[in-house]
């Protein structure tokens, strides 16, 4: 009986420490969101969304176009980013053994360690110097490539946990080998693979480092891609160390934006996926 | 033709077949696949006189290193069930997967020897793996349909993912449906995920996918293996329909499925082709003393 008591005992102790383990993981998560909406809701307004940033000591203004900015650095980065990251991720499943493979998949372990601000100095030497102006295109190509690791491992990871018998199946029914990959292997893992790249994305999403010489920054409107381009990251950066109030207020605002851009980001992402593959 | 039938149902209670087959052969209603009296009847062709549909001329597989066939040359007659068993690893899943050539799929693997399908060898060089299979059709032994479809969409997979447009996709669905005896149980529900129907109904949608190509030959690696005998008993009685339109190679470890369902069987045994007779003669009278140990269940 003593023995069942102790069971009991362990049973309640562990359970508790888990549940308790749990809650303290969420309370970071918690009070970000709480300290940024509560700091951030009170520069939210139309103006925040429409209008171009004011010279320090006028009130009002808003970041219209870092808003666009990042939207834009997001939309280039994918663009780079995700078709040469998800056949990276389709090759090493499918081939992967190979000495070659190998090599692909420990440089791509590698290099989602590599710290951000040396991928900005990297593209920085590499397209800004040549093309020699900040654009949103190096921007663009600096977060693919900090996104390209994650996107190849998640999809090659995803794709290896596709049952082998669905692509005998595909094989049997005379599916020629790229289209069965194509439309019965990564169509399978897509949910999963879509899951994925959000993240990556909304990781990307919110960086500073590697946009800080890229991108650059802009108090005007940017056109196209080739020119410095604001994005709330590094509004948010420049104006939380200036020492204007007024500043201070704008980069909460635009912190919050940020988080929500990203959180509608996923939520959408999971609602696209859900209803195209829950087909009942 | 009273006689006939008289000799094909006393055949099959020889061999203790036919418990949902005996309407099939009742002298009212005579509905054998080879009714064409100017053909020999399966149960009255000896095992040398059968037409093949397909052909192996020792034919060998390997995996990486170890030979699991050792040179087979069996025909493979039309319009009939040829059962292939054997104990566990005597390569009768190989040995099918050689005649659609999905052997070759497995990293590794190779096979020679010649293996004729019609009159032409598709292992030589110019002939298109990817168009034998679909003349050769698959049933896996595990119910493998398209998580992704619906239970449309998955009759229509071997179509759609070859890149063809079928001008009356629905009449197709209805027509594999009705064939596997599926489309009373789904007609409704054809919207709904293929993965979400019972394994048995899984396993009849997957040969209702094979079937959607028009295959010629029909392969079928222990397809009721993963099923209860209700479902079992479903599939087997859709072999006993198929067989009157397709060439059907069944793989099983089920002695009793072998005599059920086919007209011929062959014996396997350690990668060789120990006999192949008519079933009734393997399983009442067979030549090799190893084939009666097998089926008595001296071993194996």
Redesign the interface.
């Known amino acids: 009986m003593s023995s069942y008591n102790r069971r009991k005992f362990t049973d309640v102790f562990v359970r508790s420490a888990c549940v308790l383990s749990a809650l303290i993981a969420l309370v970071p998560l918690g009070s970000v969101l709480y300290y940024v909406t509560v700091r951030g809701i009170g520069g939210v307004n139309l103006d925040f969304f429409t209008e171009l940033p004011k010279p320090v000591g006028e009130a009002g203004g808003g970041m219209a176009n870092a808003i666009v900015g990042t939207l834009k650095l997001v939309l280039l980065a994918c663009v780079f980013g995700i078709p040469p990251g998800v056949l990276a991720g389709v090759y090493l499943a499918e081939f992967g053994d190979s000495r070659f493979g190998k090599w692909v998949r420990f440089s791509a372990d590698v290099m989602s360690g590599v710290p951000s601000i040396t991928i900005g100095i990297f593209v920085y030497s590499l397209v800004v110097l040549t093309t020699k102006q900040f654009s949103a295109f190096a921007g663009g190509v600096a977060l693919a490539i900090l996104m390209l690791p994650t996107v190849t491992r998640t999809t090659e990871e995803l794709l290896k946990l596709v049952?082998e018998?669905?692509?005998?199946?595909?094989?049997?029914?005379?599916?020629?080998k790229w289209?069965?990959t194509l439309?019965?292997m990564l169509?399978?893992a897509?949910p999963g693979i879509a899951t994925g790249v959000m993240l990556a994305v909304a990781r990307v999403a919110g960086e500073t480092a590697p946009l800080l010489f890229t991108a650059f920054n802009n108090r005007f409107w940017s056109n196209g891609f080739n020119e410095p381009t604001a994005s709330l990251p590094v509004n948010i950066y420049t104006y939380a160390v200036s020492p204007y109030e007024e500043w201070h207020r704008q980069a909460w605002a635009a912190a919050l934006v940020l988080l929500l851009m990203v959180l509608i980001l996923n939520i959408s992402a999971r609602l696209l996926v859900r209803s195209r593959?829950g087909?009942? | 033709m009273t006689t006939r039938v008289l000799s094909l149902t006393q055949a099959e209670d020889a061999m203790n077949v036919g418990q949902y087959g005996t309407s099939k052969s009742t002298p009212k209603k005579p509905s054998r696949p080879d009714d064409d009296l100017s053909k020999p009847r399966w149960d009255e062709v000896s095992v040398s006189t059968i037409v093949p549909k397909m052909r192996t001329e020792d034919l060998h597989a390997y995996f990486g290193q170890s030979e699991v066939l050792k040179g087979i040359s069996l025909p493979i007659a039309e319009k009939q069930v040829t059962a292939i068993i054997g104990p566990s690893g005597c390569g009768k899943s190989t040995f099918v997967r050689c005649l659609n050539r999905m052997h070759e799929v497995v990293p590794g693997a190779r096979a020679t020897g010649r293996v004729l399908l019609d009159a032409q060898d598709i292992y030589q060089p110019d002939v298109d793996a990817v168009r034998v299979r679909r003349r050769v059709g698959m049933v896996f032994q595990k119910p493998n349909p398209f998580p992704t479809m619906s239970i449309r969409d998955n009759v229509l997979a071997g179509l759609r993912l070859n890149g063809e447009r079928p001008d009356d996709p629905d009449a197709i669905v209805e027509k594999m449906l009705h064939r596997v005896a599926l489309w009373d149980e789904v007609k409704d529900i054809l919207g709904r995920a293929g993965t979400g129907l019972s394994g048995g109904q899984q396993q009849r949608l997957c040969i209702a996918r094979s079937l959607a190509l028009e295959p010629e030959v029909l392969l079928m690696d222990e397809p009721c293996s993963a099923l209860d005998p209700i479902a079992t008993a479903r599939v087997e009685e859709l072999i006993h329909e198929l067989r009157k339109s397709y060439t059907i190679v069944i793989v099983t470890h089920n002695m009793q499925q072998a005599a059920r369902v086919a007209n011929f069987t062959a014996f396997f045994y350690l990668g060789k082709l120990v006999e192949h007779d008519r079933t009734d003669v393997i399983f009442t009278r067979p030549k090799e003393m190893r084939t009666e140990d097998y089926i008595t269940g001296r071993f194996g």
């Open positions: 049952p018998s669905l692509r005998e199946a595909a094989l049997g029914l005379g599916i020629p289209r069965a439309r019965v169509r399978t897509a593959v087909a009942r």
